[in-house]
């Protein structure tokens, strides 16, 4: 199984689990027929309930089209980088540092897999409009995932982007947002001095360490984060960390 190390906000390296390769192809698989079953369904409700003229039906055949076309997008972009099929197998896209991915990582992502997955040549070589030998580019992100040493496809390269597996790692938390008590009162205001990747970061590295007992990391982030922000504190690490995450709860809330 193949793991990778990536340097976070706080220069400390955190370890995540490459997913095997039949994992992301029973993905793909999955968002493939739940894209196929949607235009299968769609246009069997549109046949009998409008009775589509050929005069009408290019412009609804794009509008009704769109959701196919964007649905790797719109799925990342709303599920915190993973579509049905990646959630089913417990996988997900992360930022190459570890974080959430911006929303033109998710977009460059996407534009690529026309050049991960190019199955216009085929149909390009059925009608001699390219050369026989051109067909061996369909594979190129294939290629790209088992040539390159953290499975990244053409896409994750070029958008810095990388999938890892949350099953075999403690449960990657999308949201930085806990709940607190009404009377909660915080501690750190200069808690606000750091990112939102930083904070994201931070609660996947606390409950890393509330899974696993690696204290040692614990203790390098809060060093690291005192360092940081000047922040003087007599509470151990992991407690100093809980802290944080929940005074930027709190000022981020009001």
């Known amino acids: 199984m193949l793991h990778v190390k990536l340097d976070t906000g706080f220069n400390i390296e955190v370890e995540f689990t490459i997913p095997a390769f039949f994992k992301r192809f029973l993905a793909w698989v999955i968002d493939l027929v739940i ?16 009775g589509l003229s050929w005069a009408g039906k290019e412009w609804l055949d794009v509008l009704f089209g769109l959701p196919i076309i964007c649905y790797h997008l719109l799925c990342e972009i709303f599920l915190n ?25 998710y977009l460059i992502r996407w534009l690529f897999r026309t050049a991960d997955l190019p199955w216009w040549i085929l149909p390009s070589i059925a009608y001699s409009i390219l050369p026989w ?8 992100g294939l290629a790209c995932i088992l040539a390159t040493p953290h499975s990244q496809r053409i896409g994750d390269l070029v958008a810095g982007t990388i ?17 607190l008590a009404d009377n909660y009162q915080p501690r750190y205001p200069k808690v606000m001095q750091l990112s939102d990747k930083d904070i994201n970061t931070l609660k996947s590295i606390i ?8 204290y040692d990391l614990s203790m390098r982030i809060a060093d690291r984060i005192r360092s940081k922000l000047d922040l003087p504190s007599d509470q151990d690490s992991l407690e100093f960390l809980q802290t944080l995450l929940m005074d930027y709860n709190y000022y981020s809330t009001r």
């Open 81 to 105: 980088g993973q579509s049905v099929g990646k959630k089913a197998m417990r996988i997900k896209v992360i930022s190459s540092d570890g974080g959430q991915p911006s929303l033109s990582q």
């Open 163 to 179: 999938l890892i597996d949350t099953r075999t790692r403690t449960s990657w938390e999308d949201t930085v947002f806990t709940e």
């Open 35 to 50: 894209m196929i079953a949607y235009s299968m369904v769609l246009s069997r409700l549109l046949n009998e309930l409008i």
């Open 207 to 214: 409950n890393s360490v509330s899974k696993s007992g690696d």
């Open 133 to 140: 030998w051109t067909s061996v580019f369909v594979f190129g």
